[in-house]
């Protein structure tokens, strides 16, 4: 059974980068589509951007020029950068497989943007 | 940006109870490429529907999508206990992938 794990902080300052990692376990890295998915509290899913294991990216315009996702299949692992946070940015963010109706999600994590 | 509205906002109704579940699109999502997902508190959303009407792997037959174009529908033929929860469309026919606001089934 594919398990996906966010970790990172949980609070970030404004202006600063939010750096999140997701691990993939029971499963290969290798094939597949990885995705970040978002959702501020308390309001609906918004979609941040995915990597194919070879690392090519396709990322939501809206945060196209903050957004950095990258992949690392030694590691099983797959990362996801914001830069230059404000507080719009605080949500739940997970990380997921499949590039269109990811399949299996890891757990989220909330990420908290305030000095 | 494809914009999807989903409607009611709540929904409230007992376990055993039909519900019926609407997402309109702004503009045609290209071949019904809908999904629906349920969400409960504290938790990741969970895929049922993808391609409109197709349920993903392990979900009930009591799940049904349906629709084409700009109005799609996910039915819930009889509710269970565990059915009461926050449901949400998502197109990815065009990019970027959008989803709708969500409609909550809440207990009556």
């Known amino acids: 059974q594919v398990q996906l794990q966010e970790s990172g902080p949980g609070l970030v300052k404004p202006s600063e980068t939010l750096s999140l990692t997701c691990t993939v376990s029971?499963?290969?890295?290798?094939?597949?589509?990885w995705s970040w998915i978002r959702q501020p509290p308390g309001k609906g899913l918004e979609w941040v951007g995915y990597i194919f294991y070879r690392g090519s990216t396709k990322y939501n315009p809206s945060l196209k020029s903050r957004v950095t996702i990258s992949i690392d299949t030694s590691q099983n692992q797959f990362s996801l950068k914001v830069s230059s946070v404000t507080a719009a940015d605080t949500a739940v963010y997970y990380c997921a497989r499949g590039r269109d109706v990811p399949d299996y999600w890891g757990q989220g994590t909330l990420v908290t943007v305030s000095s | 940006e494809i914009v999807l509205t989903q409607s009611p906002g709540t929904l409230s109704l007992s376990p055993g109870e039909r519900a019926t579940l609407s997402c309109r699109a702004s503009?045609?999502?290209?071949?019904?490429?809908l999904a629906w997902y349920q969400q409960k508190p504290g938790q990741a959303p969970r895929l049922l529907i993808y391609?409109?009407?197709s349920r993903a792997t392990g979900i009930p037959d009591r799940f049904n999508g349906g629709g084409s174009g700009t109005d799609f529908t996910l039915t819930i033929s009889r509710l269970e206990p565990e059915d009461f929860a926050v449901y949400y469309c998502q197109q990815y026919g065009s990019s970027p992938w959008t989803f709708g606001q969500g409609t909550k089934v809440e207990i009556k």
């Open positions: 029971g499963g290969s890295i290798r094939s597949y589509y």
């Open positions: 391609g409109a009407s």
């Open positions: 503009q045609s999502v290209s071949s019904s490429y």
